[in-house]
């Protein structure tokens, strides 16, 4: 058994979800995939219970929003939970509704309003409890450890109906596709995140604040890790992205432009000479031509390909430019000798 767990504004969507079918799938398709899967895509939901809220998705949506107004403060008031046997298991439904009822107790929503809907479209059984996180209390259900207490529950749960246990969603997976490497969509926001931030960061404050504006929360120490608004911690270095190499990035950002500066002033100085030098038509025409490859657009390009090839997670994280690596030392002092 495999579970899920979020955290949504909308009653409506999530509720239409539960009791309603695929709407991508047309009349014509619904059948023909009955047909072939011998599945239920049409009529695929079935309500297995009612706790403490009645009526159509409209009905409940009111229910639930009457409800929500007794706790202004939170943001998030829809819980969707989600259960799913492995493969060959099966519950009747009375075992599937006691599931259900577990699965609330577990994230203290027992005595708030949901539903538990049973979908009959794919081949291992599975319910979905849609949930209002506000209580007729006024309190509201918390969230914490969301997934390790989903994790808990399903091993529980597996022992007290002798059902398979399942460690992880891959196992549901053919040999083949469980040989192909995981994508984590967090990670990947997170590290595109960083990279468009270094772009135009020239210092780490400047690159902590805009990955704040971005809803990060950022902790800085030994490492650095990132919280994102799901409250999920994912350490820099997980994503190709260690604190030393941030700070090289910005380092050697800084450095060219304090290069690029000093030749950008030796440039003008240099240009202004030409100008009250030579008068003539040919002389400027020269004078165009040496503006073409000036010093500070050279630097420029340099930037480009240096910052370009540390911007890259795979790039190799010890790389410095060998001009950073010239750090006068401290000679040491000779003790003296005793005679």
Same mark, same amino acid.
């Given at each position: 058994?495999?579970?899920?767990?979020?955290?949504?504004?909308?009653?409506y969507?999530?509720?239409s979800?539960c009791?309603?079918?695929?709407?991508?799938?047309?009349?014509?398709?619904k059948?023909?995939?009955?047909?072939?899967?011998?599945l239920?895509?049409?009529?695929?939901?079935?309500?297995?219970?009612?706790?403490?809220?009645?009526g159509?998705?409209?009905?409940?949506?009111?229910?639930?929003?009457?409800?929500?107004?007794?706790?202004?403060r939170?943001?998030?008031?829809?819980?969707?939970?989600?259960?799913?046997?492995?493969?060959?298991?099966?519950?009747?439904?009375?075992?599937? !509704? /006691?599931? +259900?009822?577990?699965?609330? *107790?577990?994230? &203290? @929503?027992?005595?708030?309003q949901?539903?538990? %809907?049973?979908? $009959?479209?794919?081949?291992?059984?599975h319910?979905h409890?849609?949930?209002n996180?506000v209580?007729?209390?006024?309190?509201?259900a918390?969230?914490?450890?969301?997934?390790?207490?989903m994790?808990e529950?399903?091993?529980?749960?597996?022992?007290?109906?002798?059902?398979?246990?399942?460690?992880?969603?891959?196992?549901?997976?053919?040999?083949k596709?469980?040989?192909?490497?995981?994508h984590?969509?967090?990670?990947?926001k997170?590290?595109e995140?960083?990279q468009?931030?270094?772009?135009y960061?020239?210092?780490?404050?400047?690159?902590?604040?805009?990955? !704040? /504006?971005? +809803?990060?929360?950022?902790? *800085?120490?030994? &490492? @650095?890790?990132f919280?994102?608004?799901?409250? %999920?911690?994912? $350490?820099?270095?997980?994503?190709?992205?260690?604190l030393m190499?941030?700070?090289?990035?910005?380092?050697?950002?800084?450095?060219y432009?304090?290069?690029?500066?000093?030749?950008?002033k030796?440039?003008?100085?240099?240009?202004?000479?030409?100008?009250?030098?030579?008068?003539?038509?040919?002389?400027?025409?020269?004078?165009?031509?040496y503006?073409?490859?000036?010093?500070g657009?050279?630097?420029?390009?340099?930037?480009?390909?240096?910052?370009?090839?540390?911007?890259?997670s795979?790039?190799?994280?010890?790389?410095?430019?060998?001009?950073?690596?010239?750090i006068p030392?401290?000679?040491?002092?000779k003790?003296?000798?005793?005679?």
């Amino acid at each position: 058994m495999i579970g899920h767990v979020s955290i949504g504004s909308s009653f409506y969507h999530c509720i239409s979800y539960c009791l309603e079918d695929k709407k991508e799938l047309s009349e014509e398709k619904k059948l023909g995939l009955a047909m072939q899967d011998h599945l239920q895509h049409k009529e695929r939901a079935e309500v297995l219970e009612y706790n403490k809220c009645f009526g159509n998705k409209y009905e409940l949506t009111e229910q639930f929003k009457d409800v929500r107004r007794l706790s202004r403060r939170v943001e998030k008031p829809m819980l969707h939970l989600t259960l799913r046997l492995a493969p060959e298991d099966i519950l009747t439904k009375e075992q599937l !509704r /006691e599931v +259900g009822r577990e699965c609330a *107790k577990e994230f &203290g @929503i027992a005595d708030n309003q949901y539903i538990c %809907v049973l979908h $009959k479209d794919t081949k291992e059984q599975h319910i979905h409890i849609a949930a209002n996180r506000v209580g007729f209390d006024g309190k509201v259900a918390n969230d914490s450890n969301s997934y390790k207490r989903m994790a808990e529950l399903c091993r529980r749960l597996e022992k007290k109906y002798d059902l398979q246990e399942v460690l992880s969603p891959r196992a549901f997976l053919s040999p083949k596709d469980r040989l192909l490497p995981r994508h984590d969509s967090r990670k990947e926001k997170l590290k595109e995140n960083i990279q468009q931030t270094l772009k135009y960061a020239s210092s780490y404050l400047e690159f902590e604040i805009h990955m !704040r /504006e971005l +809803g990060y929360k950022v902790l *800085k120490g030994r &490492g @650095i890790s990132f919280i994102d608004d799901k409250k %999920v911690k994912i $350490k820099g270095s997980e994503v190709g992205f260690s604190l030393m190499k941030i700070e090289k990035i910005l380092h050697q950002k800084q450095h060219y432009a304090i290069r690029n500066a000093g030749e950008e002033k030796n440039y003008d100085r240099d240009s202004q000479s030409i100008s009250n030098s030579f008068n003539t038509e040919k002389q400027n025409k020269e004078k165009q031509s040496y503006s073409l490859d000036r010093p500070g657009e050279t630097v420029v390009k340099e930037v480009l390909g240096a910052i370009g090839q540390l911007m890259n997670s795979e790039y190799e994280p010890d790389y410095i430019d060998p001009e950073l690596q010239r750090i006068p030392q401290k000679k040491k002092k000779k003790s003296a000798l005793r005679r």
